[in-house]
Every structure is written in structure tokens, then in C-alpha cells.
């Protein structure tokens, strides 16, 4: 008998993070039952650098460079991830060689277990303070509620939630990811899930990314398999468009895709930002899949890093001219200027979210 090579999945430490590597490992098992997995922790800057908020720690990657080093290294063969944390270009050598199913996209709110008759942004007392790290999220919970003060808070979601339950807290609610609390199984701390339409999500969020060695096929070949068809389609949408805009994981960018029921239609809606809301610049579009015809050859760029089937390939061009498009409407109604203004702001005034 052959010796086995074990496959090697890098894993950040956060319990969230295992819980999304497990799942994965879990379904690679089931899938190649012949095969050896292991699972290699390992820290990212940031689940170290916990006292600043994410802009202001800066830099692509916070969450992804330390396994991505790893990766190139050959210390694992892949690395699970929240696809919202990977950066629309990828460093080169590196492939998403697959995203999962996506699980619930939305934002979430959870009120303090003190106000319990308190459900969602309406019903907070004025003032009352949400604790979040988002620009996007700033943005969006200003437009709806002018009077409520945004706090910075890090950290990863066990620790934000102790912070909120504290005696002496500072925070009368907070603003999470719902799919990150469904992981855990804290479906039960979630007061209230916005409608996409009411509050406009992070590019990719709500979906799980594996992320490989461009060159490494057989690799590419076993985590293929884990690869959603829609979900792939709108998150290739949602890249291209957050790409063409000059991406980030820490800008006041939101989006909202929806496939119709029949499977003909793609629809894309994006929304850039200033920093308390007051400006926004919004723009939506749609466009038919299932075409025929394949199209012509993709550059792994225009891909922002994703790996997809043959078969699907028509549609994902589709998906990435949609992006690029609803990007550049935007950028036509001015929103470079906003983004630039937040850009400026948030290098100078930073503080007032410290
Ligand atoms: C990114 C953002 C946040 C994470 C920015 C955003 C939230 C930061 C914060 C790009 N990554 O959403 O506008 O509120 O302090 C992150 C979470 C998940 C992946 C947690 C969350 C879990 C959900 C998923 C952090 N990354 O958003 O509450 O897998 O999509």
C-alpha cells in the first residue's frame, strides 16, 4: 500500500473560524473518505492587533496574510475563510478554488439581554450605543437612525458578546454578521435579521471561500466539488463589482444580488457610503444568465481569484460585466469623490472611533 500524504487545512484560532474549517473538513471527508486531512491553527494580525479598529489597522488581508503565507510555504494545501475577508485581488500564486453554499447573508442585530423589550434599530432608546467596527455598518444604521452612537468594537465574536453582557457596558447592542452567530448556534442572542433591502450586506458575506495554490491541481480538483453554482454566480458579481470601485475590507460599500426563482435573471444592487451616511450613492441593475454560448477566457484578475467549473463559465462572465457595470454607474454619479472623502477621514480622524 501507498503511504498517504495528509492534506493540510489552515485554520485562524477563533472559535468561529474552527467551527467553518470543521464544516468543510467535515464535508471533504464524507466526500474523500480515502483521504487524510489535518487541521493547522494558526493567528492572524488581525485577532492580535485588538485595540484598534479595522481601518485603522489597515492593510488587505488582515485576516487572511499569515495563512496565505503558510499556503505558499506548503505548510497546508488549503485554507477555509469567510469569503467576505478575502480581498477582491488575491496575492498571486493564489486561487479560490471554491465557495460553499452561502448560509444567511444578512446583518444582525443583538439588543443587551437589559432591554429586553427592545428588538431592533427602531426601538433602541435615543442615543443608545451599537457596537460595531464597520464603515458600512456606521453608515447604514446613521441613515436610519440619525440620534445612534457607533462604537468601535474588536474582537472576535465570543469576546464582543461578553462586552455587550458586561454589568458596566458600554453597548446597548451589536451588529454582526447573522451567519457567524448561526455557526456558533447562537441563533437565540439574534434580535432582529435586516431585510438585504433595508440594510445592504459586505460583498461575499455569508459564504465560506476555500482558498488554494493556483498551481496545486489536484487540489483544485478536490475542493471543486464543494463549489455552489448560485452562490458563486452573485459572490463573482458582488467581487467584480467591490474590485471595480477599489475594493477593501474596511470601505462603506454595501451590496444586494438576488437570482429569480426561474434562474434567468441576475440582479446586482450596490451602495457606496460616506462615513455617517448622510451621502450615499446607490445603483441597481440586472442581467439574463444561462447563456449558450461559453464565453471567451477570463483572466484570473477579472475572476477576482475565483476558480469555476467550465459549465459555469457563462454565467460568471455575465455575473462579473454586472458588477463592473452597476460599479461603473456609480462611479458616474460621483462616487469616487465619496470614497476618497472617507478615505481622507478615516487616516486623520480615526479617533473618534478608538
Ligand atoms: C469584514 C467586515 C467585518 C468582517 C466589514 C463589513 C465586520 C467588522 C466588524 C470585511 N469582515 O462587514 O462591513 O463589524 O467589526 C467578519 C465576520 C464574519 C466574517 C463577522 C461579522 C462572519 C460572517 C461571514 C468580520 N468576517 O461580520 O459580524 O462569514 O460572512
Known amino acids: 500500500m501507498t503511504e498517504k500524504r495528509a492534506i493540510v487545512v489552515g485554520t485562524r484560532e477563533s472559535q468561529l473560524a474552527r467551527v467553518q474549517t470543521d464544516s468543510v473538513v467535515a ?30 489597522v489597515g492593510g488587505k488581508g488582515l485576516f487572511t496574510k499569515e495563512l496565505e503565507e503558510a499556503l505558499a510555504d506548503r505548510r497546508v494545501d488549503l485554507v477555509v475563510h469567510s469569503l467576505k475577508d478575502l480581498p477582491s485581488s488575491l496575492p498571486e500564486g493564489m486561487l479560490i478554488g471554491a465557495v460553499c453554499k452561502r448560509e444567511d447573508r444578512r446583518d444582525a ?17 435615543q442615543g443608545a450605543v451599537v457596537g460595531t467596527s464597520s464603515m458600512r455598518r456606521v453608515a447604514q444604521i446613521h441613515r436610519q437612525r440619525p440620534d445612534l452612537q457607533c462604537q468601535s468594537v474588536r474582537g ?5 458578546l461578553r462586552k455587550l453582557d458586561a454589568e458596566d457596558s458600554q453597548f446597548d447592542a451589536l451588529m454582526l454578521a447573522a451567519a457567524g452567530l448561526d455557526r456558533l448556534g447562537w ?11 433595508e440594510f445592504l450586506y459586505a460583498t461575499g458575506q455569508g459564504a465560506l471561500a476555500v482558498e488554494v495554490r493556483a498551481d496545486d491541481e489536484e ?13 458563486l454566480v452573485m459572490c463573482a458579481a458582488e467581487r467584480s463589482f467591490l474590485q ?11 451590496v444586494r444580488t438576488e437570482i429569480t426563482n426561474d434562474g434567468s435573471l441576475l440582479f446586482l444592487e450596490g451602495a457606496v457610503f460616506n462615513e455617517n451616511g448622510s451621502d450615499c450613492r446607490q445603483h441597481r441593475m440586472d ?26 463559465m457563462a454565467d460568471i462572465h455575465a455575473a462579473i460585466n454586472l458588477g463592473a457595470s452597476v460599479a461603473d454607474a456609480l462611479l458616474n454619479k460621483g462616487a469616487a469623490a465619496l470614497l476618497e472623502q472617507v478615505r481622507a477621514a478615516t487616516s486623520t480622524t480615526q479617533q473618534s472611533y478608538d
Open 156 to 160: 472576535n465574536l465570543n469576546t464582543r
Open 109 to 125: 442585530l443583538v439588543v443587551a439581554a437589559r432591554h429586553p423589550d427592545k428588538r431592533d434599530l427602531a426601538a433602541l432608546p
Open 27 to 56: 464535508t471533504l471527508r464524507k466526500a474523500c473518505p480515502e483521504k487524510l486531512f489535518s487541521i493547522l491553527g494558526m493567528t492572524s494580525k488581525g485577532d492580535q492587533v485588538l485595540d484598534k479598529p479595522l481601518a485603522k
Open 287 to 312: 442581467c439574463k444568465l444561462g447563456a449558450a454560448e461559453c464565453a471567451p477566457g477570463l483572466s484570473l484578475s477579472q475572476l477576482t481569484g475565483l476558480h469555476a467549473p467550465a459549465a459555469w
Open 244 to 254: 471595480r470601485l477599489g475594493g477593501g475590507c474596511s470601505v462603506p460599500i454595501g
Open 187 to 197: 441563533q437565540s442572542r439574534v434580535t432582529h435579521r435586516f431585510d438585504p433591502e
Open 219 to 231: 487540489i483544485i480538483e478536490l475542493v471543486t466539488t464543494l463549489s455552489h453554482r448560485e452562490t
